[in-house]
C-alpha cells in the first residue's frame, strides 16, 4: 500500500539530509528479529551476537509489528544533521507520556494479542516509566551494538549524504528521489512511497521532509511519522553490501603488487567517499598512514578529494575505478 505526501511551495525549500544514531540503534534492534535482513550484516551479528544475547530487548519487539504502526517516539527525525546519540535518547526519555501512550497503544494494537496482554497493559498503565525503561534499553543497545562500530557507519552515511547531495545538484529533486530507490514516485506535486503497510496520506504543509540514510533498513524505505513529528524519509544507504568487508577481501593481488598493499587497500576501500579516520578506522591503520597512502593517490590521479562539513572526503577517478574493477 502507497504512502503518499504532498508538497506545498515551500516544502522543496525546506528538504534537507539528516543521519541519525538512535534510528540506527532501533533498527539494529529490529534487525536482530527479521531473518530477511540478515544477509548484507552477517559479520555484523558475528561481532555482537554475545552482546545481544545478553540484552532482553522483547520490550521492543513488542512495539515493533512488521505490518503495522511503529512508535515514532522512539525513533523521532533528528534534531540536527549531526545529533548525537546522547541528544536523541535525552529527546525521547522527555516526550510526553500521553503521546508516548497514544504511540505505544497504536503498535500494541497491530501486534496479535498485544493490547490485552499482561505485558501490553503494564507498559500503557504507567508511559512515563515506560519510556524511561525503553529508553534504557536503547542506550543499552546503543553501548553493546553499534557505538563500536558507529565511526564505520557514519561514514557510510555521510558518503551517501554527500553523494546524494551532489545528485540533488546536478539532476534535481524528482530524478534524485528515482535514485534513492524505486520505491520513490514523483508525479505533480506528490511524493508517493510504494510497498509501505497502510494506505496513508499526509500535506506537509510547509514542514519540509528530512532524507535520512540508513544501514539497517535495508531492504526497505520507511515512509511517515505522524504529527507532532516531522515527516520523513528512511532510505536504504549506498554501499552496504562491501560495509563489514575486510580490507583483503577487497583489494585484488594484482593490484596490491602494482601499487602496495596499504595504498592498495586504501583505493579499494573508496568504494564510497570517506575521509582519513573513517579510512583509518575501517583498515585498522594510523591515520597518518592512510593521510599518506591518499596523497600519493590524489597525486597520482587515482583519487579526488572535496570538502564536505567538517572533513575532507576522498573518492576514486575514472582511473581509479578502471584500476579496482577486479575488486569485490
Not at 140 to 167: C, F, G, K, N, T
Not at 225 to 248: C, D, F, N, S
Not at 257 to 270: E, F, H, I, Q, S
Request: net charge neutral; with cysteine; glycine share 10%.
Amino acid at each position: 500500500m502507497p504512502f503518499h505526501l504532498h508538497f506545498g511551495e515551500s516544502d522543496l525549500l525546506r528538504c534537507r539530509f539528516a543521519l541519525s544514531p538512535l534510528w540506527e540503534t532501533q533498527e539494529a534492534v529490529r534487525t536482530l528479529a527479521r531473518p530477511g535482513r540478515h544477509g548484507y550484516h552477517l559479520p555484523w551479528l558475528r561481532r555482537v551476537g554475545e552482546a545481544a544475547a545478553g540484552l532482553d530487548l522483547t520490550p521492543l519487539w513488542r512495539l515493533m509489528p512488521e505490518g503495522g504502526h511503529n512508535p515514532d517516539f522512539l525513533c523521532p527525525p533528528p534534531i540536527g544533521p549531526l545529533a548525537t546519540f546522547g541528544e536523541e535518547i535525552a529527546a525521547v526519555r522527555a516526550v510526553d507520556p500521553a503521546v508516548a501512550r497514544q504511540d505505544m497503544a497504536l503498535a500494541l494494537a497491530d501486534m496479535p494479542g498485544g493490547l490485552g496482554s499482561p505485558a501490553g497493559r503494564r507498559m500503557l498503565d504507567d508511559p512515563a516509566r515506560t519510556v524511561q525503561e525503553l529508553a534504557d534499553l536503547l542506550e543499552q543497545a546503543w553501548r553493546l551494538m553499534v557505538e563500536p562500530h558507529w565511526p564505520r557507519l557514519r561514514a557510510l552515511l555521510e558518503a551517501d549524504i554527500a553523494y546524494h547531495s551532489r545528485r540533488l545538484a546536478e539532476a534535481g529533486f524528482e530524478r534524485l528521489l528515482g535514485e534513492l530507490s524505486p520505491q520513490l514516485r514523483w508525479t505533480g506535486s506528490t511524493l508517493t512511497v510504494t510497498g509501505t503497510r497502510g494506505n496513508h496520506t499526509r500535506a506537509l504543509g510547509g514542514e519540509g521532509l528530512i532524507l535520512m540514510p540508513s544501514v539497517f533498513v535495508w531492504p526497505d524505505v520507511v515512509g511517515g511519522y505522524e504529527p507532532p513529528w516531522l515527516p520523513a524519509v528512511i532510505y536504504p544507504a549506498r554501499g552496504i553490501g562491501g560495509l563489514w568487508a575486510k580490507a583483503a577481501d577487497r583489494t585484488p593481488d594484482a593490484l596490491a603488487r602494482l601499487l602496495g598493499r596499504g595504498r592498495a587497500d586504501v583505493l579499494c576501500a573508496l568504494g564510497e567517499p570517506a575521509g582519513t579516520t573513517a579510512l583509518a578506522h575501517r583498515l585498522s591503520l594510523a591515520p597518518s598512514s592512510v593521510s599518506e597512502h591518499l596523497s600519493v593517490l590524489r597525486a597520482a590521479g587515482l583519487l579526488t578529494s572535496r570538502r564536505y562539513g567538517h572533513q575532507v572526503l576522498y573518492e576514486r577517478t575514472p582511473l581509479g575505478i578502471a584500476l579496482t574493477a577486479g575488486a569485490p
